[in-house]
């Protein structure tokens, strides 16, 4: 019975925390999940906490959660958007081919929903000349700094926002990193890097019909943006 209560209160977490990552905008899964137990169950910290820490979902549960929600509410809109997002990638990485672009995240995993971005990688050591590559381009962009922890260390990295037809990062790390593996916040699993050959062989295979006419007459249809 115990069991079966904490696996009820775990799943009741999880789709209240995706609920509010999709209605409310929550772009992070720990954000959520803490707000999720404290409107389901009463204060997150203090004494009145009346849940254990084994009762809180994973990352991947709420994420299954998401998934859900997305299929759901959005349907076919979905597919087309994932389409979208996914040429526009490509195209992006092309452009940016001298800087061994990788695509990662939803996008590349096909968990996108509405307000999802395109994540890129990105390689160099040259802030400057990056810079110049994206001026010659005349797009516009705002360039941040973000801290990260890897290996108990904190280390600064270069973060670019693309004004796109979907929003765009491009996370700048030093070349020497480009065999550098990280992990997924989500699941702890190896975040998987798709190289622009590898995103266009993807888009072939899941949309072969909306991707020849697109080469055909380069109208993205049927998403909203």
Not at 37 to 44: H, T
Not at 53 to 60: C, Q, R, T, V, Y
Not at 145 to 156: M, R
Request: some cysteine.
């Amino acid at each position: 019975m115990r069991n079966t209560k904490s696996q009820q209160l775990r799943s009741s977490i999880a789709c209240e925390a995706a609920r509010l990552m999709y209605e409310e905008g929550i772009q992070q899964y720990l954000t959520a999940k803490q707000i999720a137990a404290k409107r389901l169950l009463g204060r997150v910290y203090g004494k009145k906490m009346r849940y254990r820490p084994k009762d809180l979902p994973s990352n991947g549960e709420i994420k299954e959660a998401l998934l859900y929600l997305v299929q759901q509410n959005e349907g076919d809109d979905h597919f087309y958007q994932l389409f979208a997002m996914r040429v526009i990638a490509l195209e992006i990485m092309h452009e940016l081919g001298a800087y061994s672009p990788c695509l990662i995240g939803s996008v590349s995993t096909g968990h996108v929903r509405q307000g999802s971005d395109i994540d890129l990688h990105l390689f160099t050591d040259s802030l400057e000349e990056l810079e110049e590559t994206l001026a010659q381009q005349e797009w516009n962009y705002e360039l941040n700094e973000v801290a990260i922890q890897k290996n108990g260390q904190i280390k600064l990295y270069n973060h670019i926002y693309l004004n796109s037809v979907f929003p765009v990062e491009l996370s700048v790390y030093p070349t020497q990193e480009i065999r550098v593996v990280s992990r997924s916040s989500t699941d702890g699993n190896p975040i998987v890097r798709l190289k622009a050959n590898a995103v266009e062989k993807l888009i072939q295979t899941e949309h072969e019909i909306e991707w020849q006419r697109y080469l055909s007459d380069g109208i993205l249809r049927g998403y909203r943006k």
